[in-house]
């Protein structure tokens, strides 16, 4: 007679492929540690309220002490008759505590039982998130301090644009995973209130301390409509919206960590450990750690319209839909904690290689706008002076030459302005010391801004 939840309003067993279809238990193990602290939470305010006697709390707690020893040593039998995490805590805790196991259940759904699971689960994901943002954003800054003299080319169109620290590219990514620290912390706001106490929909008839509750499970509120309560999973929607941004970024990353290490480029190498090799080609070193990250940003992406399409034809209140939103949600957890994980390590494991950097930059007339800037500091008229910088450019592109390679009678028929002094702005270092206010890439910058992101990263 196992797993007969539903009693005696069935005159027949559900079916085993039923039974199958509508189990949860095989993912939804995964919160129980959640699920044990709702219900001692739950316990303890229902004992404070003189709903249930003390004498039941004491048999509760030590139930819930042997349950937890049993899951943590793998001895716990998950049955997939008892359809999901909380009836298979809450049976066998009746086992072990007889009539106060069943009293538990008391001014309480699954409904706001599993939306109460799903916040502690999720704030405790967000928790891990953010320490993991901290981590990658304090290895990009090591990095960056170590090449805040390092140059290369910036890129428009993939095209050399100007000359650029890699300093300060490392530190663009601190920037975009410090908002995805604000949005985590930010999401985490509305994550943590507590649904428990709408019980099924509408509230139940108990003389409940919702409050209570939400002071013991740490909530900062209650959920102050039980329809909402019970329906609502917007927190988790917002979260892997979060959780994919952080994976645009990623992905981003990913994108440019693969071009640079190709051996075209050169500009970096990717310690061993997180490269592999080809089952077929010897030579090979593939930056799959990079690859797979930029693929994985596609699930999350999936998850987060798996979601929002889970909810939008969804009445009020409670419908078993909201069940689907465990497994986007586990994954996308997963996914982001070792994807962030791994590059924070993986940071560590960059070797930059600064003379092809160079060579790089020294390609491409990365300089044209440095020259178009000196010309106007002379008294040309900005656009003047582009004009006459693309001619000296197509002269150079012509002989196959650098700016910097023509001589002063050569660039002074593009402009009588030109004058000695204008070789000192066509070198690369000249050039990205030149663009020294906050938010430029001039060396000085590059380390006042780490210092900026140290103190910040310090506080957290
Ligand atoms: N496993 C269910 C879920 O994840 C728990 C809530 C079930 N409630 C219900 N009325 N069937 O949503």
Known sequence: KKGEAWSARFSEPVSDLVKRYTASVFFDKRMWKADIEGSLAHAEMLAAQGIIPTADLEAIRGGMAQITAEIEGGQFEWLLDLEDVHLNIEKRLTELAGDAGKRLHTGRSRNDQVAT?????????????TALLTQLRSALVDLAEQHADTILPGFTHMQVA???????HMLAYVEMFGRDAERMADCRKRVNRLPLGAAALAGTTFPIDRLRVAQNLGFDDVCHNSLDAVSDRDFAIEFTAAASLIMTHVSRMSEELVIWMS??????????????GSSIMPQKKNPDVPELARGKTGRVYGHLMGLLTLMKGQ??????????????????????VDTLRIFADMAGGITVKPEAMRAAALQGYATATDLADYLVKKGLPFRDAHEAVAHAVRTCVDANCDLADLSLEQLRAFSPLVGED???????????????????????????????????????
């Open 117 to 129: 699971d799903i916040r502690l689960y999720v704030r405790s994901a967000i928790d891990d998130i």
């Open 422 to 460: 204008v070789f000192e702005v066509l070198t690369l270092e000249g050039s990205v010391a030149a663009r020294d206010h906050v938010g430029g890439t001039a060396p000085n910058q590059v380390r006042a801004a780490i210092a900026r992101v140290r103190a910040q990263l310090a506080g957290n």
């Open 162 to 168: 100007q000359p650029i620290t890699f300093g300060h």
């Open 263 to 276: 051996p075209r480029v050169g500009f970096i190498d990717i310690a061993d450990r997180f490269c592999t």
């Open 315 to 336: 009445p009020l209140a409670y419908n078993k839909d909201n069940q689907e939103d465990k497994e986007p949600l586990f994954d996308t957890v997963d996914t982001v």
